[in-house]
């Protein structure tokens, strides 16, 4: 088992332009836990959305425990997310009122072994912001490339 787990959804940042963090729990069930910390899971296609007053993180795999025998999990379950009510309604607003989404970043272990979401507040990008993105990335690694035939 690993010490930490920090999965990454490496999408998103590409896809989306991201305004606002927020660190959430998450509820988990039966051996969930145990892939998690086995780093088994995936966030890639994830996103979070509001059912009622609650936010639910939806099409997060958690593969099943190899090793559990009774308490078997579905791999793409709704699972619940944990915020403070404050946190919850300023989100709610702002995806009502300005049309911007949820998306989970990154699914970590704190250091008392919890599993935390960390969710952001997303605008989807337009594909010549993407194309701008990539140019950065480019001339960034071209740069480096350079500098470092320098020294």
Do not use: W
Not at 1 to 10: A, E, S, Y
Not at 21 to 40: D, F, H, N, P, Q
Not at 92 to 112: A, D, H, M
Request: with cysteine.
């Amino acid at each position: 088992m690993q010490k930490t787990v920090n999965i990454l959804n490496r999408k998103a940042r590409f896809e989306y332009e991201i305004l606002d963090k927020y660190t959430a729990g998450i509820v988990l069930a039966g051996s969930e836990i145990k892939s998690i910390r086995m780093g088994k899971a995936s966030i890639a296609e994830s996103f979070c959305e509001f059912q009622g007053h609650e936010l639910f993180a939806i099409n997060t795999n958690i593969e099943i425990y190899a090793y559990s025998q009774n308490f078997r999990h579905a791999p793409k379950t709704e699972r619940k997310l944990l915020l403070n009510k404050k946190e919850l309604k300023s989100l709610q607003k702002s995806v009502q009122n300005k049309g911007l989404t949820i998306i989970p970043l990154r699914l970590f272990t704190n250091e008392k072994g919890l599993a935390k979401l960390e969710i952001g507040l997303c605008r989807g990008k337009k594909n010549y912001d993407k194309r701008e993105t990539m140019k950065e990335r480019d001339t960034k690694r071209d740069l480096d490339r350079i500098k470092k035939a320098y020294n």
